[in-house]
């Protein structure tokens, strides 16, 4: 099987998805942040109003967790049936509601219109994949591509193929997923909820006996969670925190040491307790009182925040869902060149996107340190353009900025679209000068200038933190595109600062 763990080159251009609830919003998010055409069908009048919704979360989210660049937005538009919505997907995500029978009446719609080679992936959290094929004219290309809310933050989507699920499948939209910066996870054996939920579930019961004995409330039972277990399994997870636990000697003192424990009767592991109307009055009543000062849609928006903030923190560290990220954001780095057509005797495209509500200050404009992150994504993908790319930087060789000078020249609100032209005005030797200008797009108008910015990068080895000529390559391109820049007009205001 390929590696499924980084971002691949497979990403979809066109995906359908069919039920627009939690999950299915949180795909239709996520594809769309990744520059994924969405056709959406769900016969719920109030669908593109909760989607609605769900994107403005999304987006304030991804303002915060990412200032890689991120692709030109998919479109996203609602189909009047299944068949309009599939038409020409590639990947087809299923989201309706957990019956067999229902999934498996809109497999029937699916097949009859969509492409032979598009993926069928159903969010189901536990139906069997191989029920699910039952009945299907071509079940090879079905699998469980089991994802987790909120789907456009959360990386891990489990992959679960039935028995006639083609190997290919798993392998396709194992690439197609970590594309759009997810953690595909191939489940070795079809079995029911999979992996996940069926440790949740065992959490469940178990919370269900603790409120229905008296013992805990909602409320202390979420802080056994999060402020103990859940910040260790946020990182390591089980085995890994466990391993820990049983300090030098490792997992097999742990095992020794606490494995007698799990024939005591601590838990009610296999026993469910009854959901009498007054224990769940008992449950809803705790529920409020503890959380109920929130609307849900604000508890999505804090949920995100702490969300953003971990895994940050994760990357920092090039661990678990933060490398996820850090691999999906170089791969955006990567994409920059490749997205843009630009000639090389023209000032080069090197970012384009909407205005992050997140980038605005009190004033409702993008506050002056966002500038400063627009000409830091350019000046990143001038460096991939030079073929500073993943591998290079991997080597021990990057250029580092040692000075810069932005104008101010105007105010950009959300939502506007944004763009960056750049021109290398020098570029011999270990130095790389930089001049950038900030447009905000303006319909059946003349794009109206934001900013300019001018920046002295040096090369740098940086096993030694020392100054360095670059490689061969990197040179050698790098002083092709100065010099067809030399021939274009020099930019009003270089030099002025730039020492």
């Known amino acids: 099987m390929a590696d ?6 497979s990403k979809p251009q066109k995906a359908a998805v069919v039920g627009g609830g939690v999950i299915g919003g949180g795909w239709v998010a996520r594809l769309v942040q990744n520059g994924v055409d969405v056709c959406i069908f769900d016969p719920d009048p109030e669908a593109e109003r909760k989607i609605a919704a769900v994107m403005e979360n999304a987006d304030r989210a991804i303002g915060k967790l990412t200032m890689a660049p991120l692709p030109v937005r998919g479109s996203m538009v609602f189909a009047s049936s299944i068949a309009d919505a599939v038409s020409d997907a590639e990947l087809i995500i299923e989201a309706v509601p957990e019956r067999l029978d229902v999934k498996q009446a809109v497999y029937a719609e699916i097949e009859a219109a969509a492409p032979r080679d598009a993926l069928i992936s159903s969010s189901t959290s536990g139906i069997m994949p191989t029920d699910l094929q039952d009945g299907m004219m071509h079940p090879g290309r079905l699998l ?15 992959l679960v193929g039935g028995k006639t699920t083609d190997p290919d499948t798993i392998t396709r939209a194992a690439a197609c997923f970590a594309s759009i910066g997810m953690h595909p996870l191939p489940i070795r054996k079809e079995i029911e909820a999979f992996v996940a939920d ?65 024939k005591w ?24 009182a503890q959380s109920g000062i929130h609307s849900i849609r604000e508890l999505e928006r804090i949920r995100d925040t ?14 678990g869902a933060g490398k996820t990220l850090a691999d999906w954001e170089t791969a ?52 991939r353009w030079v073929g500073v790319d993943a591998d290079y930087l991997a080597a021990g060789n990057s250029f580092f900025t040692v000075e810069t000078h932005i104008r101010h020249l105007d105010e950009v609100v959300a939502g506007t679209q944004i763009f960056a032209t750049s ?3 020098q570029g011999t030797g270990k130095k790389m000068q930089l001049f950038h200008h900030l447009y905000a797009v303006v319909p059946n108008g003349p794009d109206r200038l934001l900013a300019t910015g001018e920046h002295m990068l040096i090369h740098v080895d940086m096993t030694t933190r020392s100054s360095c000529l670059p490689g061969d390559a990197v040179a050698s391109r790098l002083i092709e595109i100065t010099e067809a820049h030399a021939r274009l007009p020099r930019p009003d205001g270089a030099g002025s600062a730039i020492g």
């Open 4 to 9: 499924t763990k980084k971002p691949g080159k």
């Open 144 to 158: 469980v591509g089991h994802p987790f809310n909120p789907v456009y933050l959360l990386p891990l989507v489990e």
């Open 198 to 262: 069926r440790f949740l579930e065992a959490v469940w019961r178990e919370a269900l006996w603790l409120v229905k004995d008296g013992i805990a409330t909602t409320a202390e039972i979420d802080d056994a969670i999060r402020f103990g277990f859940g910040l260790r399994w946020a990182q390591m997870g089980l085995f890994e925190t466990y391993r820990v636990a049983g300090g030098e000697a490792g997992m097999a003192h742990f095992i020794a040491q606490f494995g007698p424990c799990l």
């Open 265 to 288: 009767p601590w838990t009610k592991l296999m026993d469910v307790p009854e959901l009498t109307d007054d224990l769940v009055k008992t449950i809803s009543d705790q529920s409020d």
């Open 306 to 319: 702490n969300l953003v903030a971990i895994m940050q923190a994760l990357k920092a560290n090039d661990w």
């Open 332 to 383: 955006l780095y990567d994409a920059v060149p490749a997205r843009t057509e630009t000639a090389i005797d023209q000032p080069l495209e090197t970012m384009r996107q909407q205005v992050p509500s997140a980038w605005t200050d009190y004033n409702g404009h993008m506050n002056e340190a966002r500038y400063l992150d627009c000409f830091s994504m350019a000046t990143d993908a001038v460096m």
């Open 423 to 425: 021109q290398i005005l």
